[in-house]
């Protein structure tokens, strides 16, 4: 849900730079893995 939303928010501008971009500034450290819950 996070990716559509960034899509759309940024739907007027080229991605590849923008998505390049976040994952040089993130490190490895800051990411959190999330689980899927079944219902």
Known sequence: LGEVCYRYN???????PLIYKLLKQTSIQELKPTLVRKG
């Open 10 to 16: 940024h739907r007027g501008e080229d991605l590849k």
